[in-house]
């Protein structure tokens, strides 16, 4: 099987840097030896498993793209950036004609599903690469459509828990909101309880100690109307290597469909990574 050559932008950060450790390590890859990063960061490489990697700011990227491409003709992007460069990263790897997969969260994601299914360059778009919660989530969408109204008069609390540098919600928990209200629930997203102290994480909820820097623990509690029944949903994710696998199966389905030039579709989810057969 020849390599596929791609790219991981978000380096230094955690999950890009996991991922690309894991990669050099992966015989269906070829890493290309540049990420992308923030225009605050200030080294001019990152060094992963005695690999280094040349950081590329937003200021000279444009101009970098050329020469990396001249040099690569194909690849694909892996992006872990920050949920503020999701929409800007979206336009600029379809500027380039550049597959890619959109790990990170955050951003305008209707525009971004917008700009991707408009465009001629495929995509993943995911906001969460765990294969076993896009499957949970999954089976919550099929009880929404089946049932609808199954929990009507329900109360719903959410509470997400995820190390303090993340800035924003999670996006798998502002989805399943989408879920149970097609279940009854009536619930806002602006009602998800986001917990990034890490003395609450630590001393309240039972959070490891050397998780504290990357987990992801996230509780949806419905009660009845008179409190006579009670329902829990939990995936408590420590660390960020199931993440890998999910990123790389959406890699390898993205390079399938790239050999396929008459699918006419470019935007594609982790369920069609899930349920293909390629």
Not at 134 to 156: E, H, I, N, W
Not at 170 to 191: K, L, P
Not at 205 to 218: D, Q, V
Request: net charge negative; proline share 4%.
């Amino acid at each position: 099987m020849e390599k596929i050559n791609i790219m991981i932008n978000g380096l230094p950060g955690n999950v890009a840097f996991i991922l690309t450790g894991k990669a050099l390590r992966d015989d269906r890859f070829c890493v290309l030896p540049f990420s992308l990063t923030g225009q605050e960061i200030e080294a001019d490489e990152c060094l992963v498993e005695k690999t280094a990697f040349e950081l590329v700011r937003p200021d000279v990227r444009d101009e970098k793209i050329k020469e990396i491409s001249d040099l690569f003709p194909s690849f694909i992007c892996i992006d872990y950036t920050h949920p503020s460069a999701v929409n800007d990263n979206a336009r600029f790897y379809i500027r380039n004609r550049i597959p890619f997969v959109m790990g990170t969260t955050g951003g305008d994601r209707d525009l971004l599903e917008k700009t991707v299914s408009e465009a001629a360059i495929p995509a993943v778009i995911a906001p969460n690469m765990a294969k076993q919660i896009v499957g949970f989530q999954a089976m919550m969408a099929y009880g929404g459509t089946t049932f609808p109204g199954l929990f009507k008069g329900y109360t719903l609390t959410i509470k997400e828990s995820h190390q303090n540098g993340k800035a924003d919600t999670s996006g798998t928990a502002r989805d399943m909101v989408g879920y149970f209200n097609a279940m009854g629930i009536e619930y806002d997203v602006d009602q998800i309880e986001m917990v990034r102290d890490p003395g609450v994480q630590e001393n309240q909820w039972g959070i490891p100690g050397e998780h504290l820097a990357g987990h992801a623990w996230h509780t949806y509690t419905l009660t009845s109307p008179d409190g006579s029944a009670l329902f829990e949903f939990k995936h408590n994710i420590n660390g960020r290597d199931i993440y890998a696998a999910g990123t790389f199966d959406a890699v390898v389905f993205l390079n399938n469909k790239l050999s396929h030039s008459d699918t006419g579709q470019t935007l594609f989810s982790m369920i069609d990574v899930l349920s293909s057969k390629e």
